[in-house]
């Protein structure tokens, strides 16, 4: 079975710039996590999402980040503009509906690492 | 506030020796806890669920809800348990709208 495939692997950009990261879940897993990991902390969750519709927002920097889910499958997330502190590695993580209270499972894809100059 | 806090920000043994990785957690009510790893070049994933009470390569973890500890054990360590661990904590209702708290993650070097 394929993973989460996440895409860029890395992005380095200057401040006040934008930026686009894309996650493609496992198939067939209807929640869908964007998590920001910052380097020496642990994944912190920005925004979840069952189906198209968003769950939890309630980290999510509303005046520069954006995610969507619009079909209910790949979902992008965006940062516009982004600052020095967003520099940080970006992982998607999908799972099956109604597991993470049962088997406490998510799956990761490998990270979007961005660089902010 | 539900938060989960691992002490160690490096944990350093030999080859052979026993391994306790710290995680304690702050929960009003059942909470639910795991540990996840991440081993050099791969993707996080999960190591073991405190509610199977399995142990999974040869790692145990027990939940003290007193001490509001839940610990991972390994009695002999081996050089491929080097990695990094987090301990995770579910918030919300669980199920499909619960999502996961993670600690700040322990690295644990493994030396010959």
């Known amino acids: 079975e394929a993973g989460v495939a996440q895409s860029p692997r890395y992005k380095i950009i200057e401040k006040r710039q934008s930026v686009a990261f894309w996650c493609n879940p496992i198939?067939?897993?209807?929640?869908l996590y964007w998590y920001q990991q910052i380097l020496g902390q642990g994944p912190k969750l920005l925004i979840q999402?069952?189906?198209?519709?968003?769950?939890?927002d309630s980290q999510l920097p509303k005046d520069r980040f954006s995610a969507e889910r619009l079909k209910g499958v790949d979902s992008t997330l965006k940062i516009q503009p982004a600052k020095l502190e967003d520099s940080a590695v970006y992982l998607c993580?999908?799972?099956?509906?109604?597991?993470?209270?049962?088997?406490?499972?998510?799956?990761f894809g490998e990270g979007s690492r961005l660089t902010v100059l | 506030a539900q938060r989960v806090t691992q002490p160690e920000k490096l944990l350093s043994v030999f080859k052979g020796a026993p391994v306790e990785l710290k995680c304690n957690y702050s929960y009003s009510g059942s909470p639910e806890l795991f540990w996840y790893v991440q081993y050099s070049r791969q993707r996080l994933q999960l190591l073991l669920r405190h509610i199977s009470r399995e142990s999974i390569k040869g790692f145990t973890a027990d939940l003290n809800k007193g001490e509001t500890s839940f610990h991972l054990k390994k009695p002999f360590a081996q050089e491929e348990d080097s990695a990094m661990y987090y301990c995770?904590?579910?918030?919300?209702?669980?199920?499909?709208?619960?999502?996961?708290?993670f600690g700040k993650g322990t690295k644990l070097s493994v030396k010959p």
């Open positions: 993580a999908s799972s099956p509906t109604g597991s993470v209270g049962n088997t406490g499972e998510l799956f």
């Open positions: 995770a904590l579910v918030r919300g209702n669980g199920g499909s709208q619960g999502n996961l708290i």
């Open positions: 198939s067939g897993h209807a929640t």
């Open positions: 999402f069952q189906n198209n519709g968003v769950v939890d």
